[in-house]
């Protein structure tokens, strides 16, 4: 059974930092691409960022160059680390791996709450 572990939420002040982790278990983690949705209250959830098995990334316009992602396949983990942060970042961020064209499974979400 794969599982996907977020943790590194919290309460930040504008402009400050914070690194989301999700760990992946039940599965060779490192032969699938893996990503970061967020969801604000009363949105949809959005696409984030994702990491290809090989390393390659891509964001989502309102985070690039602000977020980075990053694996280590060796401990099943990737990261987000989230800088320069605005009230708007405020969400529940959420890990996906894509196991196949039609099945994703996703962890349980970690807060993030970005205010003075």
């Known amino acids: 059974q794969v599982q996907l572990v977020e943790s590194g939420g919290g309460l930040v002040q504008p402009g400050g930092s914070l690194r989301l982790s999700c760990t992946v278990s039940?599965?060779?983690?490192?032969?699938?691409?893996l990503g970061w949705y967020r969801q604000a209250p009363g949105k949809q959830r959005d696409f984030i960022a994702q990491?290809?098995?090989?390393?390659?990334?891509r964001y989502a316009n309102s985070v690039k160059g602000r977020f980075t992602m990053s694996r280590d396949n060796q401990k099943g983990t990737v990261y987000l680390q989230m800088n320069s942060l605005k009230p708007e970042d405020t969400a529940i961020y959420y890990c996906?791996?894509?196991?196949?064209?039609?099945?994703?499974?996703w962890g349980q979400g970690t807060q993030v709450t970005v205010s003075s």
């Open positions: 996906f791996i894509q196991l196949s064209a039609l099945q994703a499974d």
């Open positions: 039940g599965v060779a983690s490192s032969m699938y691409l």
């Open positions: 990491i290809t098995p090989t390393g390659s990334t």
